[in-house]
Nanobody
């Protein structure tokens, strides 16, 4: 199995920055995507960003494009989410996820492995 452990959430003022980390361990896959989803109170879990196993391709939701950056450190088996210019509407629980697939699926239902989530709160 796969274990994903997130860290780095917290409270920040609008316009501020946070960096989330997700450390992966356990089973290895030859091809996969790692990504971040978020879920605000009363809303469905939504896709935020993902990175391909080759690290050559990244994908973003329109709502975070230009403000968030996903990256990875293969040596540490860790994926990062740098969030800049945060807005109150970014407030949510952020989940790290892994999908052992050839193709990116933006629906959370298609992702197999999940972290426990980390709270991000942006005050206005």
């Amino acid at each position: 199995q796969v274990q994903l452990v997130e860290s780095g959430g917290g409270l920040v003022q609008a316009g501020g920055s946070l960096r989330l980390s997700c450390a992966a361990s356990g089973r290895a896959f030859s091809r996969y995507f790692m990504g971040w989803f978020r879920q605000a109170p009363g809303k469905e879990r939504e896709f935020v960003t993902a990175i391909k196993w080759t690290s050559t391709s990244t994908y973003y939701a329109d709502s975070v494009k230009g403000r968030f950056t996903i990256s990875r450190d293969n040596a540490k088996n860790t994926v990062y989410l740098q969030m800049n210019n945060l807005k109150p509407e970014d407030t949510a629980i952020y989940y790290c996820a892994l999908d052992p697939s050839w193709y990116l699926e933006r629906s959370s239902n298609s992702w197999n492995y999940w972290g426990q989530g980390t709270q991000v709160t942006v005050s206005s």
